[in-house]
């Protein structure tokens, strides 16, 4: 049997994958958690890659490994191949004044042209306009910017930090792919090129990108990772990369790195999503995505257009609330997710005319970055736990009905809905989605689908081809559309986006 593996260095935890190259069968995985917040320093995540590997029982009967990651987050290297500070994460929203203000140079109908997307907090573009005026001593340091699954691909290779990686810090080695590239609102998945003018605009520096080779670097000139195409190759595990006895028997030698994948795209290839298909993801944020054949440009900025990790292109909406929704109102209820189930499922539908907009963390889908969340529609009669455990689950998933909104708006078809994520194993959660998207909603069964999409990059990179694993469904809720619970939604929202 050949195995593959592939890695998941997601917001909160590593998780890895080993799987049966052919089958796509699970052989056994491993986590490692994160630190909490939204700066957060790569070594951490190293860290919990190391300790994933180890917990999936080691990596030497491996053949080929690769890299899905949380996307967007800044990793700013120096040219000793030191990271600068910690990386601002995706949900660091900090820099929404950097973005309003690229906006407003750039032109929000010129941004989305050149790039796909209209700046947001969330892209990696605006978190580099952030440092540039906030953080001058950082800046000057600044030799290279990467993603967080670009850097780890990087250091498995052997490269690092001067004196304590086996290759030492060739910033030229740096590589990463298009779905990744394109989160960062300085690259265009229409050209498939670095929008070098965009970068120096947000930068103040003139970048390239790496070329592959060991370069002397230029005073000033900031080195972008070299992209990659679906299906290439990274290079090869450096067996010592991890430094330390055993560290080569634990890792295996030359085994193949694939070309790696932001955290959608990798889970777009892990359900083998097809045009049709549209993927909501419930995790720490919420995310709605569809394959598309063609590049899009929203120039209201709700849906970006970026690429995928196949040669197509994923156009995808992103809520910064999701998951934690359901928690923080199940720890006001003083229940777990099991009794927020099983009292949403006692209410009515529409619980009752009480609303939950559900900005906690701020919103990115609307772009509402110091929103905050409000509950709508109480009165003593309504005010009751089982209509306030439901009115989360329907201010969640009607947030991300709005995506799909949005996308359908972009010409995008909608035909299925794969709805994954730890929280839809709630049958609370299963029943009302299908009273909130009036698509047929599919439960693919439990699994890491951007750790699996990571190893069917590994396969595709060591056979040549991309594989066609197939994927279990748990559940299939009876179609029950209500109309009337986004319709009430939207009207409390709206009112809501006016007031901010």
Known sequence: ?????????????????????????????????????????????????????????????????????????????????????????????????????????????????????????????????????????????????????????????????????????????????????????????????????????????DAREASGGTTTAAPGVVVLPRVLGPGETAGRVHPACFGGRGASEALGGGILLGVGAGDNAAAALGLGAKPGDVVVSVGTSGTVFAVDSSPGHDVSGTVAGFADASGEYLPIAVTLNAARVLSSVAAVLGVDFDGLSRLALEAEPGSGGVVLVPYFEGERTPNRPHAKASFHGLSIASTTRPNIARAAIEGMLCGLAGGLDALRDQGVRAERLQLIGGAVQNPAVQRIAAQVFDLPVVIPSPGEYVARGAAVQAAWALAGYRPDWPVALDATPEPDFRASIGQNYRKVSARVDAGN
């Not at 009967?61 to 030191?82: I, R, T």
């Not at 910690?86 to 042209?113: H, I, Q, Y």
């Open 1 to 205: 049997m050949t195995l593959v593996a592939g890695v998941d260095s997601s917001t909160q935890s590593c998780k890895v994958v080993v799987l049966d190259a052919e089958s796509g069968a699970l052989a056994r995985a491993g986590r490692a958690s994160h630190p909490e917040g939204t700066e957060v320093h790569p070594d951490e995540w190293w860290r919990a890659l190391s300790e994933a590997f180890g917990d999936a029982g080691g990596l030497a009967d491996v053949s080929a490994l690769s890299v899905g990651g949380q996307q967007h987050g800044m990793v700013l290297l120096d040219l000793e191949g030191n990271v600068v500070r910690p990386a601002l994460l995706w949900n660091d929203t900090r820099s929404a004044g950097s973005a309003e203000d690229l906006t407003a140079e750039v032109g929000a109908e010129d941004f989305a042209r050149r790039t796909g997307l209209v700046p947001v907090a969330s892209f990696t573009i605006t978190k580099i306009r952030w440092i540039r005026d906030h953080e001058p001593e950082s800046m000057a340091r600044v030799a290279a910017v990467a993603l967080p699954h670009d850097w780890l691909t990087w250091r498995l290779r052997g490269y690092g930090p001067a004196g304590s990686s086996p290759l030492g810090p060739d910033l030229d080695e740096l590589t990463t792919d298009r779905s990744d590239a394109s989160g960062t609102g300085y690259w265009s998945p229409l050209t498939g090129r670095y929008d070098l003018d965009l970068f120096k605009l947000a930068f103040g520096q």
